[in-house]
């Protein structure tokens, strides 16, 4: 065993995960700003706009499809080698990518090269954060106080508020110094190159970890696993089934909240051949502020849910969670069907309430659905491959849905994704208590 002054303190672990997420999802997040604002003008053909918007606003998906290999590349060496070193690889993946697409010459200088380098960084992201979140999370919970794995689990979820914050309010901050036009033609690079400081930030405060004790125990006992990925699916598939739908419809609340309804309030007031509204005529500063405010109920509630659920369970408050985000969804005309900036501020408030609510507990419950061994692998498969069904289309899907069907199709799209999430609840166990040394 180690001593005791090898172990990580309590506040050093709650910094740590906080600042790492916070930073890698700063990174992600001005990406996908950056994709709604700015990409459509400066790497696509700006001779067929919506078709511009359709392909900018695809390039968030390869992110997305990256993210389980991330899950698997670094699920691997963080179950072999620890996840100290592997988080520090993680977070360099995802900076020096964000740094590239700042610095990325548009389509008018290189041509197709600027779209397709584009296509390549943003797999860069997809790749670190598909091995940032997995790391993050066992370092919170792995070294936790008994009884606090929600409320330490809480901490690296913390981390996608504040970088959602940090982003938006970058943006924020540069459109109002400079002006919409030179944003548009420079400054959305500022937001980009910044992360090198961020980046810098998040080293110092990693390399000053120790690793945690639970896998120091497994790594003398020689029960590393040669092929933790593998060993993971082929022990625990179930597993990871289980945590995937658990996790999706957390993933569609977001990005419908974040990127369609973004899409949808900043379209000019308009109709589609079937006679549904398609946008609100919202000034994208206006959204970005809503944004804002949307993010810091958004921690906050990240740090309520970590709490509750150690109170009455993981499966008991995401279950109930789950039943208000199913309703949310279907309450979604009535806050924007023809809304004003008041009512998209409500609506955004309440869904990042439930987003927090569901999102605060994660970084506990799916790390404790798997034994050490694999416990990187499983909990980062299990989160990431659920952004490919949860996060990847679902802006398209509900574009498209909203044209068709108007807004009471986005939100039975939502119910429906809560009524699978209920199912995989319903059949799982409860994790609260159960021993992360000694799990099976």
Not at 287 to 307: P, S
Not at 321 to 328: D, E, G, K, L, Q
Not at 366 to 393: C, D, H, K, W
Request: aromatic residues 10%.
């Amino acid at each position: 065993m180690s001593s005791s002054a090898s172990r990580n303190s309590p506040r050093h672990v709650a910094v740590a995960s906080l600042v790492g997420t916070a930073i890698e999802f700063y990174d992600y997040y001005i990406y996908a700003a950056a994709a709604v604002l700015v990409f459509n003008t400066q790497f696509f053909p700006k001779g067929d706009p919506s078709a511009a918007m359709l392909l900018s606003l695809s390039t968030l998906a390869l992110a997305f499809l990256a993210r389980p290999i991330g899950s698997a590349l670094f699920g691997h060496f963080g179950d072999r080698i620890g996840r100290k070193r592997t988080l520090v690889a993680s977070l360099l993946t995802m900076g020096l990518s964000t740094v590239a697409i700042g610095l990325l010459p548009s389509y008018e200088q290189i041509g197709l090269a600027a779209p397709l380098l584009l296509c390549l960084f943003r797999i860069g992201q997809g790749i670190g954060l598909g091995g940032e979140w997995g790391g993050a999370a066992l370092v919170a919970t792995e070294n936790a106080p008994p009884g606090q794995r929600g409320w330490f689990g809480s901490f690296p979820q913390l981390g996608a508020p504040i970088g959602l914050f940090m982003a938006n309010g970058v943006f924020f901050l540069v459109t109002w110094l400079i002006g919409a036009d030179a944003m548009v033609a420079w400054g959305w690079r500022i937001p980009f190159v910044l992360s090198i400081v961020l980046v810098g930030v998040g080293l110092y405060v990693r390399l000053t970890l120790h690793e945690s004790q639970v896998f120091q125990d497994v790594e003398k006992a020689g029960r590393t696993e040669q092929a933790p990925v593998s060993a993971v699916f082929r022990q625990h598939g179930g597993r990871v089934l289980q945590g995937t739908l658990i996790m999706t419809t957390t993933y569609v609340l977001f990005y419908l909240m974040t990127a369609f309804v973004q899409v949808y309030s900043k379209s000019p007031v308009n109709t589609s051949a079937a006679g549904h509204a398609t946008g609100l005529g919202i000034p994208a500063n206006t959204f970005t502020g809503i944004l804002l405010a949307g993010a810091v109920v958004f921690g906050v509630f990240c740090l309520v849910a970590g709490k509750l659920a150690d109170r009455f369970g993981r499966r008991r408050w995401l279950m109930a969670v789950t039943a208000a985000i199913m309703v949310f969804g279907l309450l979604m005309p009535q806050f924007l069907s023809h809304g004003t900036p008041a009512s998209v501020l409500a609506f955004i408030l309440v869904g990042m309430a439930l987003m927090g609510c569901t999102f605060g507990p994660m970084a506990a419950l799916l790390p404790e659905l798997f034994p050490t061994e694999v416990r990187y692998s499983g909990a980062s498969m299990a989160y990431n491959l659920a952004s490919i069904v949860g996060a990847s289309l679902p802006t398209l899907v509900a574009i498209d849905l909203n044209r068709s069907y108007g807004l009471w199709g986005v939100g039975l799209y939502l119910a429906g994704n809560g009524v699978v999430t209920m199912a995989a609840l319903a059949t799982s166990r409860e994790t609260a208590r159960v021993d992360l040394a000694g799990v099976r």
